[in-house]
T-cell receptor, first 113, second 113 residues
């Protein structure tokens, strides 16, 4: 079984709709992250959480919100989706040290019409 | 904004040849990591090099780090068709308290049989 899972894997929605992307992990990590990737570009950090009570904005948090329901679960919401939020979204986890590597989920491909 | 910038953007070689990718960054770092992404999938960690290290090996991978030039290189020796992927550098920088990674835009490597 995969250590980091994301649901749904693909989603098509319309402008103005609310959508939630979910991430679960079985690695026992405290830290979780949400990134978006646009074609030909690297990853941009949306939000991150270092434990259940900690939520931090990344470089592109506008238009997004998150919820850390438990150590193993971190959800990303688009309250009112817009076409330029069409992208590939990745969840990742890491341990709590200074030299931790990140473990990525398989991604959610989102299309906003 | 992205901390790391990979060069070249794309690289096409034959099986058995070596592939070299470069990464430049802007601020002081704690460590630099390289990740691999197969088309549309989640990133996979390859190797981490600390700021006080100059070279590191892992199998067919060799990473160098020059902190005076703020640059790193990833060498894949004896490449295989299965190495075809995008490769990203990521830095853990002082500005974020070394708490998050900043990814570059990646180098797309194509290895032809």
């Amino acid at each position: 079984d995969a250590d980091v899972t994301q649901t749904p894997r693909n989603r098509i929605t319309k402008t103005g709709k609310r959508i939630m992307l979910e991430c679960s992990q079985t690695k026992g990590h405290d830290r979780m992250y949400w990134y978006r990737q646009d074609p030909g570009l690297g990853l941009q950090l949306i939000y991150y959480s270092f434990d259940v009570k900690d939520i931090n904005k990344g470089e592109i948090s506008d238009g997004y919100s998150v919820s850390r329901q438990a150590q193993a679960k971190f959800s990303l919401s688009l309250e009112s989706a817009i076409p330029n939020q069409t992208a590939l979204y990745f969840c990742a986890t890491s341990g709590s040290g200074q030299e931790e590597t990140q473990y990525f989920g398989p991604g959610t491909r989102l299309l906003v019409l | 904004s992205q901390q790391g910038e990979e060069d070249p953007q794309a690289l096409s070689i034959q099986e058995g040849e070596n592939a070299t990718m470069n990464c430049s960054y802007k601020t002081s770092i704690n460590n630099l990591q390289w990740y691999r992404q197969n088309s549309g999938r989640g990133l996979v960690h390859l190797i981490l090099i600390r700021s006080n290290e100059r070279e590191k090996h892992s199998g067919r991978l060799r990473v160098t780090l020059d902190t005076s030039k703020k640059s790193s290189s990833l060498l894949i020796t004896a490449s295989r068709a299965a190495d075809t992927a995008s490769y990203f550098c990521a830095t853990a920088s002082r500005g974020s308290g070394y708490s998050t990674l900043t990814f570059g835009k990646g180098t797309m490597l194509l290895v032809s049989p």
